[in-house]
Each structure stands twice: as structure tokens, then as C-alpha cells.
């Protein structure tokens, strides 16, 4: 058995009463007196939370967390998390990691390959981390939260304005520390100690074909700025993911001239929503003055001064300054009927536009520097058409080749945020984006969400056999029509795993034919073929029948 340890902590103090009890999360505090958890500050009772004091308070919004995780993953074991508050970066909430990892203990699933100290726990069913160190109360999660910023510590997800939901932020967190996270650096894609890890296994560049544990370091680090291209391939998320995020993906498509685009669009928190017929026009370049309220003649801080040229038109212009509902309401105010923002940063995917104004009654995007150049560049050529839509043919925050969820890879790339969180275009909002969104609630399971989707994939739920829930899982007795689906694998669609399951009973996880059905028995089919089960062409076989009973 391997293990690495990430941090060694000193002089915390047991927190939760009565915490020693199996398959508990236990929170540790880590503050020094008068600070953090211990902060005597008083404060009012809000939003079901009972404390007293802002450091009571913090402390019943963990445990109300820990308790929504215990709920959602029965843990066997207890899950220790050392949390601390402490001034962090800009703009950073908070951030949380396992302590150890571990390969090749009892119960692993994959061979040679890293897992999450609380999830090598669950599938081993033994505290590896206290075993290899001697010390029953080694944190298995670390995790640090700011000071800086203005959170809400009620219990009912109704922040309020100019707060963040610090339930939402530490179910996010603590997340990662549970196994949503790799270990591989994404900017050389160098493995921890040469070995992959669980998370990786299922993280699918589309382009190639191959998942991130196939690939050459070299290979890792070109997928991981391929923007809308890397995916997550366990079979039980493509099988949810039709259940959760909505069919429709934000896109500005470019009508003329050709050639140019699609565009991701990331989508503003007012204003209609985009919809699959979309709204289209001439587009714009949307000028004002130069002045205190914004420097460029292109931001559009101030009433705009060719608003006959924009009017009945979709306005195009730049982000920086002022929020964006001033802008967009400049545009609206000049007769705008659509709003297209540039961002002014590197970064791909865009991300939304956020703020509230319910006078705002026309829809708006943003779409990445290098998109809004392209953009510009044509409208200094000619005229330029576009249509903001939500492109019906794929889900929100799926991908184009596969319709299979997509995960954050970003160009640049952002170490700590790309790769271990999804895509920032998927809608409904999900708990593991990389940003922290106002509608996000306390429900980490489906209809709502797919991050236990995601838990179930790499091992939280394993029947304990050694082979891969991905691989190895099947629910209720087969039917007929899904069977004959299976017999199109020529090699033996009657093949038995350790389980009992057949290739047909796999295929039945996946549902009826119908909605999300073809993209889990893909998913299912190249689970199948990198198992080496099946052949490439018996996995395309397989994949290519389950599309035919689709459209049937």
C-alpha cells in the first residue's frame, strides 16, 4: 500500500460532541482564541441558525454541512475536517483538499492509482491515514475559509444582498476534500509521484478519446486549456445528467459573415433568458464618451452617443468599469434589443454576467476576449449578423461531441480551478463550478444537482467486488428490447462479471431508449473497452445499436 501525506497539523481542538461515533463528520476547529470558530462577537440568529455568537454561527453552518454530506454518502468511517478561518487571496472564499492520498490498499478498485483519504477509507474500510501515522485523530480533509468577505450564515439558502451562502461555499469545499478534485498539475500534466488517480479515470478529453490516466504528461496539459472539450465519462453522471441540467447551451452564433464562431455565451443573472429560437440582428459596436465613468469610447458606462445606429440592433461592448446593468441598460435605453459584452481578460470559458435590475427587458451575454476580438475584427470589415440562442441540439454544460458533462477546462489555465470543477456553462447552476452562483441551494443530488452523480462514480457507493462502479453495476432484471441492444456485442453480450451482471444487464442501468439513454451507453461502451472487456469495435457496436434504439 502507497500513501502521501499533504500536511502534517498541530494543536487542534475537537469540536463536535459526541463526534466519535462511526461514519460521522467530525469538524476541528483550528482557530486560536477569539478568532474564527471562537470569535465571541455577538451576532442575531438568522435563517435557522440558533448561534449567538459569529463564531457559533460559523461553526452550526459546518455542522449542518457535515450533516447534508453523512446524509448523502453514509460514510463507514469517521471523516475528521480541520477547519480554520483566516485572511485568504482576492476574491477567494475558501478552499479545501484531502490530507492524504492513498494507492493500492485493500478495496481499491483501480490499481496503482491515487484516491482520497476519506474515500480509500470507505472502500478499505479502515483509517488508513491513522494507521500509517498513529494518530486516531489525523485530520483527513483540510480546510481554510476568509475573513474577508461578507458570508451568510443562515441555514435556508436566503442570503442576503452583498453576502455569500457560507453553507453553499462549505458544501462546495468540502466536496473536493471528499474526492471531487485530481491530483495532477494541469499546467506541465505531471502525476503525483508518476501514479493517476480515481478522478482522472473519468475525465475524458473528446477530442482524443482518451482519458486523462491514457495520456503522456504532454498530452494532459493540451487537453486541460481545450476549452468545452474535456468531459466527465462516468457512466452514472451521463446517465443523470439528462435528469439535470436543461436542454439548451448558451451560444451567439455568427449568421454573417461565415465562418465565424459559434461563441460559448455565458448568460446574465437579469434580463429574459435566452431562449432556442433566440434573438437575432445586426451587431453594433456600441460607443460613449470617454470619461471618469469609463476611459474607452467602447464601454458603455454612459448613455450611448450612435443610438439611432444601435436601435432595433445588438449591441456590442466591452466590459470594464461600471456593472453590467449599467451597461446593458445604456444599450437598452438606446434601443437595443440584444446585448453581446467582451470581456476584457484572458479566460475561456466566459463567465455570466451578474447583478439585478428588473428594468432590464433584453437578453445579454458575454463571450470571451479572444471571441469578442474575432467579433470586432469582422465588424471592422463589414457588416456582422448574429443570432444569442440556446443551442437545443446539446445540453447546458455538455459537450458537442458526446452530450456528456463537461468539466472546467480553462485557457488559461488556473491551477486549483481547472479540471476538478464543472464547466461554468451547465444549468441549472451545479454545487462544483468554479464560481459560487446566488441560486445554488443545499441539494447535492439529483433533479438538482450532479455531484453525487459524480461521488458514485469514482467509488462512494462500490459493491466491494474490485471492479469499478463505471464498469460494474446493474439494476433490475434485463428487458427484452435492451438485451437485444446488448447481443449487438459480438464478443459475448451474455459475458458475466464478478457480480453476476451481464453486458446487457449493464446496458439496462442506463434507462429505456429515450432522452440521456445513447450518451450513458457510450459512456458505457468506452468504460467497457479501456476495462479491456470489449474490443473498440465491439464498444462502437454496442454504442452505435443503443443510437439506433434511440431513434426508434
Not at 489525523?138 to 451562502?165: K, M, S
Not at 434573438?279 to 452617443?305: M, R
Not at 437485444?484 to 434507462?511: H, W
Request: with cysteine; aromatic share 6%.
Amino acid at each position: 500500500m502507497r500513501r502521501l501525506s499533504g500536511a502534517t497539523f498541530l494543536g487542534a481542538v475537537l469540536l463536535a460532541g459526541a463526534a466519535l461515533a462511526q461514519g460521522q463528520i467530525i469538524i476541528i476547529n483550528g482557530d486560536p482564541p477569539g478568532q474564527g470558530f471562537n470569535d465571541p462577537t455577538p451576532a442575531v440568529p438568522i435563517g435557522g441558525n440558533t448561534g449567538t455568537t459569529v463564531g457559533a454561527q460559523r461553526l452550526q453552518v459546518f455542522e449542518t454541512a457535515a450533516a447534508i454530506w453523512e446524509e448523502t454518502l453514509h460514510p463507514k468511517l469517521d471523516i475528521r475536517v480541520l477547519a480554520t478561518f483566516e485572511p485568504l487571496g482576492t476574491n477567494v472564499l475558501g478552499s479545501a483538499g484531502t490530507t492524504f492520498i492513498h494507492a493500492d490498499f485493500p478495496g481499491a478498485e483501480l490499481p496503482g492509482t491515487w484516491y482520497h483519504a476519506a474515500l480509500a477509507n470507505q472502500l478499505s474500510g479502515q483509517d488508513l491515514a491513522a494507521a500509517e501515522t498513529g494518530d486516531p485523530n489525523v485530520p483527513h480533509i483540510r480546510a481554510r475559509f476568509t475573513t474577508q468577505f461578507a458570508f451568510y450564515f443562515g441555514l435556508d439558502n436566503n442570503e442576503l444582498p452583498g453576502t455569500t451562502d457560507l453553507l453553499v461555499v462549505l458544501l462546495h469545499e468540502i466536496g473536493h476534500g471528499l474526492g471531487f478534485a485530481n491530483f495532477a498539475n494541469e499546467a506541465t500534466g505531471a502525476l503525483t509521484l508518476g501514479l493517476p488517480d480515481v478522478y482522472s479515470q473519468y475525465t475524458l478529453d473528446v477530442t482524443t478519446g482518451k482519458v486523462w490516466n491514457q495520456m503522456t504528461d504532454a498530452e494532459r496539459a493540451a487537453s486541460a486549456i481545450r476549452v468545452g472539450l474535456v468531459s466527465w465519462s462516468g457512466v452514472n453522471t451521463a446517465k443523470d445528467t439528462p435528469k439535470v441540467l436543461q436542454l439548451g447551451d448558451p451560444t451567439v452564433v455568427i449568421n454573417s459573415p461565415s465562418g465565424l464562431g459559434p461563441f460559448v455565451a455565458g448568460t446574465a443573472s437579469f434580463g429574459p433568458a435566452l431562449t432556442p429560437g433566440g434573438t437575432s440582428a445586426e451587431v453594433v459596436q456600441a460607443l460613449d464618451p470617454a470619461n471618469a465613468n469609463g476611459p474607452t469610447t467602447f464601454d458603455a458606462c454612459d448613455p450611448l452617443t450612435n443610438a439611432a445606429a444601435v436601435a432595433g440592433k445588438i449591441a456590442f461592448l466591452d466590459r470594464g468599469t461600471c456593472t453590467f446593468v449599467v451597461k446593458v441598460k445604456n444599450a437598452q435605453n438606446a434601443g437595443a434589443i440584444a446585448v453581446i459584452v467582451r470581456d476584457n481578460a484572458a479566460g475561456d470559458p466566459p463567465a455570466g454576467l451578474g447583478g439585478t435590475d428588473p428594468t432590464i427587458t433584453i437578453p445579454s451575454v458575454r463571450v470571451s476576449i479572444t471571441a469578442g476580438n474575432s467579433i470586432r475584427a469582422a465588424l471592422a470589415s463589414g457588416p456582422v449578423t448574429a443570432t444569442l440562442k440556446l443551442d437545443a441540439s446539446r445540453r447546458a454544460g455538455t459537450d458537442s461531441v458526446r452530450g456528456l458533462m463537461r468539466l472546467a477546462a480553462l485557457n488559461p489555465v488556473a491551477l486549483g480551478s481547472s479540471i476538478s470543477h464543472v464547466d461554468s456553462t451547465a444549468f441549472p447552476n451545479q454545487l462544483m463550478e468554479p464560481a459560487i452562483n446566488a441560486d445554488l441551494t443545499k441539494v447535492v443530488v439529483v433533479p438538482a444537482d450532479l455531484t453525487t452523480s459524480v461521488f458514485t462514480d469514482i467509488g462512494w457507493f462500490s459493491d466491494q467486488d474490485g471492479v469499478p462502479d463505471g464498469v460494474d453495476q446493474c439494476i433490475g432484471s434485463p428487458r427484452s428490447e435492451l438485451v437485444e441492444i446488448g447481443s449487438c456485442v459480438t464478443k459475448s453480450p451474455n459475458l458475466v462479471f464478478s457480480n453476476g451482471c451481464r453486458i446487457a444487464d449493464l446496458v439496462n442501468f442506463c434507462g429505456q431508449p429515450g432522452p440521456g439513454f445513447t450518451e450513458c451507453v457510450r459512456g458505457l461502451s468506452d468504460q467497457l473497452y479501456d476495462a479491456h472487456v470489449l474490443t473498440k469495435r465491439e464498444a462502437q457496436s454496442l454504442w452505435q445499436c443503443a443510437k439506433a434504439a434511440s431513434r426508434d
